[in-house]
């Protein structure tokens, strides 16, 4: 019995041992974390740091990340200095390809790996990415928010706006928003460059854009409750067909146009003035906008634009509607979806369309002169202008970037003629 228990005396005390050394040989092998920080650096970006220390060096330290609501997982290498102590930044630039909006919601965690094959990944953490430069309040109605920093009132009104078009347009085409959409209202264009990917273009003054799926950006200088309805529908329009493929231009562009309450008068003049003289555009040539498109030209996207999508509601109900969108989700080209659904394509869709305006079907193209056809992509802009009087002779231009158009914008009573622009693109 007494061996018995020296025996197991011993056992303890090597335990005990074993827990006391331990500690010591672990914390030599382990990777420390000691510190991390966020930066908010608005306009650029965010600056992620991390110092850490290792009995090993360190090989790769790597930032790996999601932004809501899409959750896109996206990863990038470190710039570190030190082997065992270790400084690490990682510089998330907002620029185009990754640019940040305010209201980012970006989910992240750190990934070390040492030269031992010892790894370590950080708690996840959430940063909001914000504007800075203003003392920002909230409205909020249901999973709606509006944010704003001067125009209380205003603000208030373009969250009743922004409601109406959430819940018309999601009832339109049987989808529902589950997550939280922010609206942010910047009292004049000037205040919103910063946050918004301008295009580049001389003559465009961006009013309204929606970068991720859940963010719109308005600007008070112009109809700002058209801009909110018409950019919380294009995140409807997402939710509804967040698919393998974009849906064409004309048909995301003129739903948003249809949550407006009319459309702007420069649209309205260059539709009536194409229909009266035979020159509006073909479907297929309306599946994609350009940024270098004249001041008409644009005007007549988004005029024919509504007019092709209140034909396709009025004419065959809004139930059909809500089907196409259905069927995009599920991944189809625009000529297999419009067969689906309507039994006819582009080009069947063009015919109908004009007669309903009352001009005669369109020609087919000799075969030098076809028009390409619908190209992967989420552009989108909506101008204002005087009404036309002029005719133009410009050709609707293609390309899968961004688009904008031009408006007359009144600023201190004075009519000024330029460009100004609602997009919407998607990460």
Not at 65 to 94: H, K, R, W
Not at 192 to 217: I, K
Not at 278 to 294: D, K, Y
Request: glycine share 8%; with cysteine; net charge negative.
């Amino acid at each position: 019995m007494r061996l018995l228990t020296v025996a197991a005396l011993l056992a303890v005390l090597a335990l005990v041992s074993g827990v006391l050394v331990a500690p010591g040989a672990r914390a030599q092998a382990d990777i420390e974390v000691r510190s991390q920080d966020v930066q908010n650096r608005f306009p650029e970006g965010i600056l992620f740091t991390l110092f850490m220390a290792s009995a090993n060096p360190i090989e790769e330290v790597r930032l790996r990340y999601s932004i809501a609501p899409d959750g896109t997982a996206a990863s990038g290498v470190a710039e570190c200095t030190g082997e065992t102590a270790v400084n690490c930044t990682f510089d998330l630039q907002s620029k185009p390809g990754t640019f940040l909006p305010p209201g980012t919601e970006i989910t992240y965690f750190w990934d070390v790996r040492d030269a031992a094959g010892r790894t370590l990944q950080t708690e996840h953490q959430v940063f909001v990415y914000e504007d800075t430069r203003f003392d920002w309040q909230s409205v909020s109605e249901g999973n709606l928010t509006v944010w704003w920093y001067a125009g209380g009132e205003e603000a208030r009104a373009a969250l009743r706006a922004a409601l109406e078009s959430l819940h018309g347009i999601s009832e339109l085409l049987d989808t529902t928003v589950g997550f939280p959409v922010k609206v942010f209202y910047y009292a004049d264009v000037g205040d919103m460059q910063p946050a918004v990917l301008s295009s580049g273009a001389e003559d465009v003054l961006t009013l309204g854009e929606v970068v991720f799926s859940d963010t719109a950006m308005v600007s008070a200088d112009v109809r700002p409750l058209d801009i909110a309805r018409h950019e919380v529908a294009h995140i409807v329009i997402r939710q509804a067909t967040k698919g393998p493929f974009d849906i064409p231009d004309w048909l995301n562009e003129g739903t948003a146009v249809l949550a407006q309450s009319e459309l702007f008068s420069g649209q309205r003049a260059a539709l009536e003035t194409a229909i009266r003289r035979n020159e509006v555009f073909s479907i297929r040539s309306l599946s994609s906008a350009s940024v270098g498109a004249t001041a008409a030209n644009v005007s007549l996207f988004y005029g024919q634009s509504w007019s092709v999508v209140s034909f396709l509601v009025d004419t065959f109900g809004p139930e059909k509607f809500a089907e196409i969108f259905a069927v995009f989700k599920e991944g189809s080209t625009t000529d297999s979806a419009l067969m689906t659904v309507y039994g006819f394509d582009q080009d069947g869709l063009d015919d109908a369309w004009r007669r309903s305006v009352g001009l005669p079907p369109r020609e087919p193209p000799q075969p030098s002169q076809e028009e390409p056809g619908p190209q992967p992509q989420a552009t989108a802009a909506l101008p204002e202008e005087p009404a036309a009087t002029e005719d133009t002779d410009e050709a609707f231009p293609i390309a899968g970037i961004i688009v904008v158009g031009v408006l007359a914008v009144a600023i201190a009573g004075v009519v000024v003629v330029g460009g100004v622009a609602l997009a919407r693109r998607w990460r």
